[in-house]
C-alpha cells in the first residue's frame, strides 16, 4: 500500500499480485487477509485505470467479508465503498462510451 500511496502504481499492483499469490497458497479462501488485500488491490487496480478487473476483486472481497463478519463491521462497510466506487467508475465510462462520437457510421 505504501507504493500506492507514493504514486508507484505498477509497482504497487506487482506487489499486491505477488502478495496474493502467496495468500492464495498459504491460507484458506476465505480467509480475512486476502480480503483484505483483495479490497486493497481493488482500489490501485481503479487508480490504474482497470475497473473491471478491480470490480472482479472487489466482490471477491464482499463475498469473503459478508461471509466472515458481521454487516456492521468496519472492514465489511469499508469494501461495501470501494465496491460503489468502482460501480460508479464503471458507470461514467460506460456513460461517456453511450454518448461519443462514433469513428464510423457503420456503428
Known amino acids: 500500500m505504501l507504493l500506492h500511496d507514493q504514486g508507484n502504481l505498477p509497482a504497487a499492483e506487482n506487489e499486491f ?4 499469490a ?3 497458497k498459504s491460507l484458506p479462501a476465505d480467509h480475512q ?7 486493497h488491490f481493488a482500489r490501485l487496480l481503479v487508480d490504474r485505470g482497470k475497473p473491471d478487473e478491480a470490480l472482479a476483486k472487489s466482490n471477491e472481497s464482499l463475498d469473503i467479508w459478508n461471509a ?3 454487516p456492521s463491521s468496519p472492514y465489511t462497510a469499508q469494501a461495501h465503498a470501494i465496491h460503489a466506487t468502482h460501480w460508479r467508475i464503471w458507470a461514467s465510462r460506460a456513460k461517456r462510451l453511450k454518448n461519443s462520437t462514433p469513428l464510423c457510421r457503420c456503428c
Open 22 to 24: 502467496v495468500y492464495d
Open 33 to 39: 487477509y486476502r480480503a483484505s488485500a483483495l479490497m
Open 68 to 70: 466472515t463478519s458481521t
Open 17 to 20: 499480485r505477488q502478495a496474493l
